[in-house]
């Protein structure tokens, strides 16, 4: 009898873990879809602390995983789909920051980093 509870419970456990483990996974794939992936070529990136100030004004407009690589001359980003900001306002936040933007790309996939590729 002790022998069938404890099976029963550990069965009753897995399940549960994998039913939690398959929300988890659609949940994280919905997030990805609901994201716009948006890549700045930046004029002027020459030092962390001239990184540091145009990553605040990106945070600003919505982003919370910016990457700035200054040997590329490129900030990264993802914003949901609903606060997704325009080329113009882009533009300007990269302005104000003090650089010159150069070409915006918006897609629906990350992007490759420079860096893990080598």
């Given at each position: ?6 099976t029963?419970?550990?069965t009753?456990?897995?399940?549960a873990t994998?039913?939690?483990s398959?929300?988890?996974v659609?949940?994280?794939?919905k997030?990805?879809t ?6 700045i ?6 030092c962390?602390?001239?990184a540091y ?12 995983d ?11 980003m ?12 882009l533009q ?5 920051a003090?650089?010159t ?5 918006f897609?629906?996939?990350p ?8």
């Amino acid at each position: 009898m002790k022998t069938l509870l404890r099976t029963g419970i550990i069965t009753l456990f897995a399940f549960a873990t994998f039913l939690l483990s398959t929300t988890n996974v659609n949940a994280q794939s919905k997030s990805e879809t609901d994201k716009t992936y948006i890549k700045i070529e930046v004029d002027g990136l020459s030092c962390p602390f001239c990184a540091y100030g145009l990553e605040k004004k990106l945070v600003q407009a919505g982003s919370k995983d910016v990457l700035i690589e200054l040997e590329e001359g490129e900030a990264t980003m993802s914003v949901s789909k609903d606060q997704q900001p325009t080329e113009e306002e882009l533009q300007k936040i990269v302005k104000d920051a003090g650089f010159t933007p150069k070409e915006i790309t918006f897609s629906s996939t990350p992007f490759k980093m420079k860096k893990d590729e080598k």
